[in-house]
Structures are given as structure tokens and as C-alpha cells.
């Protein structure tokens, strides 16, 4: 158990079932446990109804998420190559400018953030929901003699105490849709500064008429599941001007996620109980899903910033 303080406001974390004592453990903030998992997504959503009055029972999954995509280096699709060209892409920033990493997981993309753009006096504001997570990413950045530089929060990020216009940079891979792209941008907008930047990635559609098994999987894991162009239109409807967008290459999905945890999953299933077990065949079904469909969807960043009313009118 650990405390965590967001805003100069202490609260505390139980790890085991990351309850608060004023946020309870509410189903709208179930799904923040990971940093884009697809796999834990299509759980979460198929498991929703079935859970929703057995907490006893929702934990037991939750923790099987938890434990299957620990001590990973990420928990979904990515890369610091790609994280890189995507900060390449950036219009210029103030001098350490606050930055937030929302849905960090273990810390990878935070990582690459604190090494390009913090500083000890403005370190990255990391958050994720699962202090596990956090407390990986601590140790990974003082490894790298980062420490100073990554600040972590427990907490959800859609109810964040943080202050309005405050923030020159978002930055979220993989984890907005447990609010939807939508939501997720109206949510985050009001903490952006007047063009303020937001980078976030989402699973998008590639192919406008993808195969029928593929959508038939995604209507149950990502219904509101969009491709490139309808994003845009929806982050312009917002508030935002869309500067870029860009396709996370197969390799993001293959060397940087699926081979780690193809890994885990190998070591965990020899002793696995029957809810990682779960976990870990509903991952073996997404990878292999992906491996027959990968060019009909994918992951697609979004390079936005905050419009002033003035532009949105």
C-alpha cells in the first residue's frame, strides 16, 4: 500500500483493489488499469454485465489483467522510435513546459518524454490508475538516473484534480479509448493552455470495409471504433485543429508488444489460475486476429491543438 499525493492532495491507494476513500471503485474507471491493451479491453467490455454486481468476482479478472501485463515494457502497441518522430512533429514548446502522460503505464512513452523535454524543476506528470505500474516506471527512471525528472500520479485520469489551462502538452498512447476519442478530448481539453498541444493515439480503422470477423470482434471491444478521417472531423467538432496524423508501424505491434508478452504469457501459463487463463486466451485471439488482419486497422496518432473559440466559431 502506498500513498500518492495528485495536486498536493494526498489520497491513499490500497494496491490489491486501488480503491480511495472518496473514489470508490466505479465502473467507469475499471478499464484505465492498462496503457492501451486491446486484450484487457474486449475483456472489460464482455465482462461488464456478467461482473458488474460481483465485485469479488470483477477483482479476481482485474487482477489477472493486472498480472498478465506487469513488469511488461509496455502495455500496448508502440515504440520510442515512433514516440520520437512524433515529438519531431511537435511546433515549439516553452521552456519546461508541463507535460502529461495520461495512461503511462510502465513508462516507457514517459520515458522517452523525460529524456526530450524535462526538467528537474518541471518533471513529466505521469498517470495511470494501477500503482504497480507507477511504481515500475519509478524504478525504471531512476535506473536511468530519470528520477527527477518523472513525477507519478494514482489516479483517473478522467476525473483528474489538476488546473484548468494549465498544461502546454498531453501526451496518451493507447488509453484514451476507455473514455472514447471523444469524450477522452473534451475531458482532457479544458486542462490544455490556448493552444495547448495533445498527442494521443487510438485503434482506428485503416480499411473501410474491414472483414466480417474482424468487425464483428471489434463492435464488442471497441464499438465507437472510427478510421482516420472520422477522428479528425470529431477532434475538429471538439476544439482542436488536427496538425497530423500518423500510422504506428506492424513492428510497434509485433517487437515492441505481442513478442514481450507472448513471453509473459508463456512463463504464466504453466501455473495460471482460470481467470489468467481467460486473459491470456483472450490475448492469443487478439494477436492472432491481428496477424490475419493487421492491415485493416491500427494504431493511429493524433497531433492536435487546443483551438481558441475564436478559430472554433
Known amino acids: 500500500m502506498r500513498t500518492r499525493a495528485w495536486n498536493s492532495r494526498p489520497f491513499h491507494v490500497d494496491a490489491a483493489t486501488q480503491q480511495t476513500p472518496d473514489r470508490p471503485y466505479r465502473q467507469a474507471n475499471l478499464p484505465a488499469i492498462h496503457n492501451g491493451s486491446i486484450a484487457s479491453n474486449m475483456l472489460r467490455r464482455q465482462t461488464t454485465v456478467r461482473l458488474s454486481h460481483d465485485f469479488d468476482s470483477m477483482s479476481a479478472t482485474l487482477d489477472a489483467l493486472f ?5 511488461l515494457p509496455r502495455q500496448g502497441p508502440g515504440g520510442d522510435e515512433f514516440t520520437q518522430a512524433m515529438l519531431k512533429r511537435l511546433p515549439d514548446l516553452p521552456t519546461n513546459p508541463t ?12 520515458l522517452v518524454l523525460a529524456r526530450e523535454l524535462a526538467a528537474p524543476a518541471n518533471p513529466i506528470a505521469a498517470v495511470d490508475i494501477y500503482a504497480p505500474y507507477l511504481q515500475d516506471l519509478s524504478d525504471r527512471a531512476a535506473g536511468e538516473g530519470l528520477g527527477d525528472r518523472v513525477r507519478t500520479y494514482c489516479a483517473d485520469f478522467a476525473a483528474l484534480d489538476w488546473p484548468t489551462a494549465s498544461v502546454d502538452l498531453i501526451w496518451s498512447e493507447g488509453a484514451i479509448f476507455i473514455l472514447g476519442f471523444a469524450e477522452g478530448l473534451r475531458c482532457w481539453r479544458s486542462l490544455l493552455k490556448p493552444g495547448g498541444l495533445m498527442v494521443v493515439s487510438d485503434c482506428t480503422w485503416l480499411d473501410d470495409e474491414p472483414p466480417d470477423e474482424l468487425r464483428q470482434f471489434w463492435q464488442v471491444a471497441y464499438p465507437t471504433m472510427a478510421t482516420v ?4 472531423a470529431t477532434a475538429t467538432e471538439v476544439g482542436f485543429e488536427v496538425l497530423s496524423t500518423a500510422v504506428l508501424p506492424p513492428h510497434g505491434w509485433w517487437d515492441e508488444f505481442y513478442v514481450p508478452l507472448r513471453a509473459r504469457m508463456t512463463e504464466l501459463k504453466p501455473h495460471a489460475d482460470p481467470d489468467l487463463l481467460e486473459a491470456i486466451a483472450e490475448s492469443e485471439h487478439e494477436i492472432d486476429l491481428f496477424r490475419r488482419y493487421g492491415d485493416s486497422y491500427g494504431y493511429a496518432f493524433y497531433l492536435l491543438r487546443r483551438a481558441t473559440e475564436k478559430t472554433i466559431g
Do not use: K, P, W
Not at 498480472?67 to 513488469?71: G, I, S, V
Not at 507535460?99 to 514517459?110: A, E, I, K, M, P
Not at 478521417?229 to 479528425?232: G, T
Open 99 to 110: 507535460v502529461l502522460d495520461l495512461g503511462c503505464g510502465s513508462g516507457s512513452t514517459t
Open 67 to 71: 498480472r498478465l501485463h506487469q513488469h
Open 229 to 232: 478521417a472520422e477522428n479528425a
